[in-house]
């Protein structure tokens, strides 16, 4: 199993930008999705979080600027970013809870890591 993350980039203050993440591999299901964050020097930090009903929750730094999505069909998580500082800049994560198999084994419940994407807001 995999989470790839689209490439972050370079972005000016107030301006905007669509980070994806596809799950891959051998999945039975997914429940949570999320993106998390990590600026330098600081620990990494919940940003919003998305379940597989469509429930969102965000971090109070970024309510009403960013907005997660998801698209079960696809496997994808979708984190909009919108009016963005720059505090934002920092490394970005997707995370989701899953069920891997093999064969006809079904694994239980496990947190899987993207592999993290640079985001700098910067004029």
């Known amino acids: 199993v995999q989470l790839q993350a689209s490439r972050g980039g370079l972005v000016q203050p107030g301006g905007s930008l669509r980070l994806s993440c596809a799950a891959t591999?051998?999945?039975?299901?997914?429940?949570?999705m999320a993106w998390y964050r990590q600026a330098p020097g600081k620990q990494r930090e919940l940003v919003a979080t998305i379940t597989n009903g469509g429930t969102t929750n965000y971090a109070d730094s970024v309510k009403g600027r960013f907005t997660i999505s998801r698209d079960n069909a696809k496997k994808m998580v979708y984190l909009q970013m919108d009016s963005l500082k720059p505090e934002d800049t920092a490394v970005y994560y997707c995370?989701?809870?899953?069920?891997?198999?093999?064969?006809?084994?079904?694994?239980?419940?496990?947190?899987?890591w993207g592999q993290g994407t640079l985001v700098t807001v910067s004029s």
């Open positions: 995370n989701a809870d899953l069920r891997r198999y093999s064969g006809n084994y079904v694994y239980p419940l496990s947190s899987h």
């Open positions: 591999g051998n999945i039975r299901g997914i429940n949570d």
